[in-house]
């Protein structure tokens, strides 16, 4: 029954997760007909279907309701985790309660976890009890090609709602945190006189606190391919329940010398330590996951009544789905489970090694299998490659595991042996010194590399196979080695699609309150606008590329936070040959002025300047921006900025028609985008660069009436997340945006007729 309680795990999620109409009605028959022909397996899968399907409908069913967009909501919870950032911070809350403070609102009683910002917050631990005044608004992150997927991140972690903290009226504490084991371990760390990198490593690898390491441990663990090892997971677990195992049973042979083979009690103590180490972690689904995998582990041991390596790991994956169904959309989870299947895979059957060659060499093998095949799953799951994983973890991985976890859980054993304990956390600060230095010489050599969107796939697959070719037991060496020699030369061969000569790609990056368009052709890279940063400090340009990336022209429209907001960002991390600004501006960097007039061409493409006018003196900022029209073959896009109406009319005369495509002036607001651009224009396609729940409430309805009298379609990143469109092709435009909508490319004739309207 373990593959067939998997899977209708699975199919419930899958169920919950699509939704689709009638499907309560559906079931109610399905079981009623189960238990008229009293197939009582049948009945307890589809019980198994249901309830995981029920827990993905009710927490889809708990998300915010639109209806409470920038309603003051009284809320009552747990703080779960504190992140400091400066003056903000940042609360994970478990809801005890909620009511809006406006009666006649929709109730929020459904909440059960939100995430808040909090500016310039009083000292909060977790745990403790607060009442606070919130805004919320639904789960939602940007979307853009090849990037972090926050709002699914915030979907697979349970969140129903983000926002912030009011200050009016002031956030009350109800009770204090209760004090917890670990909280009492981690006390007792910052306690002791340790390095700080050593108190960090201490708690990730042996409580579960990843919270505590820095960024810079993050981005150095993420380069290298190594955050596996820090996060509380079989490894960590199967360690401590081996070594209870091991003590147990040595215990039972000397108290029971004959009979010690068959005493039960060491096994359960092996599980009992599992389960109370995870409980100690906090239970956190990397945590719990690694609790049932290694408690079915021991049950496989153990040989008695058990199952099969296969049957256990459908067992596991069952117990897991079931307990946890959201878990299913996290990466981890599938990342966990490949990794287990191929170890199967790569020992089942095969000899036990002897020695200490033949288990050395066993585990090396075992490494360079796993390799490939995780680097695919971290491929599909992140977009990214850390190059120097593979040989990086042939020494990391037993480091980590048989040096570091060991010292660290002997620290906490020997805790109350003052120098026995500080010898072992001595050394484990000296070892960990030593993984970080050879972990950041890996990265400077083999740095991370992001592949782009278009490469992800195909080189996933082709690693997937690689690692399956060496792993399948049975396969002649010849075909392995054959096809691999096809494999690797196809792999090196993979580059990312560029244009062609004369051919455009027009990017408009979801960014959410401002401005970020990136024009690539053949050998020459554009960006007009670097995006906003926000109050935080945050600039969601940071996430839309690795660090180091070459661009010619960076155009700034103008010198707002929402249009210039990115710059800092920009000029730190990438490389740009020329800044543009109109004249006047102050922008933190060295520029050159746009002015009308100027025009270059790049790659059969052309570009040119049609505001504003050399002197700008009596301009406001806004009608100070950069305008630019580029034309790609028979194709053209204009980018105004945030100009006002009446400065449209002034360059109208000097626009090429016909317009292909239009980013619409500041956003959609109805300050821009007047009735003699719309109507003397006509674009073909209007992109909107809003947010998504903004204040703001862009696109203006007048705007978008405006442009659907004109027959233009509508674009709105707010709803259609980064639109891509491909211009002087031959065949003609090929828009695409992340957020899939298939009625937009339908309607009448081929146009595009779409909602993009609130009204």
Do not use: K
């Not at 899958?14 to 689709?20: E, S």
């Not at 005044?133 to 979907?155: I, K, M, Q, S």
């Not at 009492?184 to 579960?208: I, M, S």
């Not at 075909?479 to 027009?506: D, K, N, S, W, Y």
């Amino acid at each position: 029954m373990a593959m067939p309680l998997a899977l209708a795990g699975l199919a419930g999620v899958a169920l919950g997760g699509w939704a689709p109409s009638g499907l309560v009605e559906v079931w109610a028959l399905v079981l009623l007909c189960l238990i008229a022909r009293g197939d009582w397996r049948a009945l307890a899968l589809a019980a198994v279907i249901a309830l995981a399907a029920t827990q993905v409908l009710l927490a889809r069913g708990a998300v915010l309701p639109d209806g409470l967009l920038r309603a003051d909501l009284a809320l009552v919870g747990h703080v779960e985790s504190v992140e400091e950032e400066g003056r903000l911070s940042r609360l994970m809350v478990r809801v005890e309660a909620c009511r809006p403070r406006e009666p006649a609102r929709l109730p929020c009683d459904s909440l059960r976890r939100v995430r808040l910002s909090f500016f310039e917050a009083p000292a909060i631990e977790p745990g403790e009890c607060w009442a606070m005044t919130v805004r919320l608004r639904p789960p939602a992150g940007f979307a853009n090609p090849g990037t972090f997927d926050y709002g699914a991140w915030l979907w697979r972690e349970g969140i129903q709602a983000t926002g912030y903290v009011r200050s009016e009226p002031a956030a009350e504490r109800l009770a204090a945190a209760p004090t917890t084991l670990r909280q009492r371990a981690l006390e007792h760390l910052d306690a002791r006189e340790l390095a700080p990198q050593t108190r960090r490593w201490l708690a990730a690898l042996t409580l579960g606190a990843g919270e505590r390491l820095a960024r810079d441990d993050w981005e150095l663990l993420n380069a290298s391919g190594t955050t596996h090892l820090v996060v509380i997971s079989g490894l960590h677990v199967g360690l401590v329940a081996t070594f209870t195992l091991l003590v147990a049973r040595a215990l039972a042979r000397l108290l029971v010398p004959r009979r010690w083979r068959m005493a039960v009690w060491p096994w359960w103590l092996a599980g009992v330590a599992a389960v109370g180490y995870a409980w100690l972690a906090g239970l956190q689904p990397p945590a719990m996951r690694a609790m049932l995998m290694t408690l079915v582990g021991l049950w496989v041991a153990s040989g008695r009544h058990a199952p099969g390596p296969w049957q256990a790991w459908w067992l596991a994956l069952g117990l897991v789905v079931l307990i946890d169904p959201l878990s299913a959309w996290r990466p981890g989870l599938w990342l966990s489970f490949l990794a287990v299947a191929l170890l199967i895979l790569i020992w089942q059957g095969r000899p036990r090694p002897r020695g200490v060659s033949g288990w050395s060499w066993g585990l090396v093998r075992t490494q360079l299998l796993l390799a490939p095949l995780m680097a695919a799953a971290v491929l599909l799951a992140f977009a990214r490659l850390a190059p120097a994983a593979p040989l990086v973890n042939l020494v990391a991985v037993p480091l980590v595991s048989l040096v570091l976890v060991p010292l660290g859980l002997l620290g906490w054993l020997f805790a109350p042996l003052p120098y026995l304990g500080a010898a072992c956390w001595w050394l484990f600060g000296h070892v960990t010194r030593l993984l970080v230095g050879l972990l950041a010489l890996a990265v400077e050599r083999l740095p991370l590399w992001w592949p782009s969107p278009e490469q992800v796939l195909p080189l996933a697959l082709m690693l997937g196979l690689v690692a399956v070719l060496w792993a399948l037991p049975g396969l002649a060496r010849a075909l392995r080695l054959g096809a691999t020699l096809l494999l690797v030369p196809a792999m090196l061969g993979l580059t990312a699609p560029l244009p062609e000569p004369g051919v455009l790609r027009v990017r408009v990056q979801d960014v959410g309150q401002g401005q970020l368009i990136e024009l690539r052709s053949a050998t020459y890279r554009l960006l007009y606008d670097a995006g906003p940063r926000f109050a935080s400090g945050y600039a969601p340009l940071r996430s839309l590329w690795p660090a180091g990336q070459r661009f010619e022209e960076v155009m700034i429209s103008h010198g707002d936070l929402d249009h210039a907001g990115g710059l800092a960002e920009l000029a730190e991390q990438h490389r740009v040959g020329r800044y543009l600004a109109p004249p006047g501006e102050s922008i933190g960097v060295p520029f050159e002025s746009c002015r009308r007039g100027q025009a270059w061409r790049r790659d059969g493409v052309a570009y040119r300047v049609l505001w504003p006018p050399a002197e700008v003196a009596h301009l406001a900022d806004n009608d100070r921006s950069c305008v630019l029209q580029v034309t790609a073959g028979r194709d053209r896009l204009l980018i105004t900025g945030d100009v006002g109406r009446e400065i449209e009319r002034l360059f109208l005369l000097d626009v090429a028609r016909p317009v292909t495509l239009l980013v619409a002036g500041h956003h959609g607001s109805r300050t821009s985008s007047g009735p003699q651009l719309v109507q003397w224009l006509s674009p073909r396609h209007v992109i909107y660069s809003a947010a998504r729940h903004g204040a703001f409430g862009h696109p203006h309805d007048e705007v978008v009436r405006r442009f659907r009298r004109a027959g233009s379609c509508q674009w709105n990143t707010a709803l259609d997340g980064a639109v891509t469109f491909w211009l002087g092709r031959e065949e003609g435009v090929e828009p695409a945006a992340v957020r899939g909508m298939p009625w937009r490319r339908g309607g009448v004739e081929g146009r595009c007729h779409a909602v993009e309207s609130r009204h």
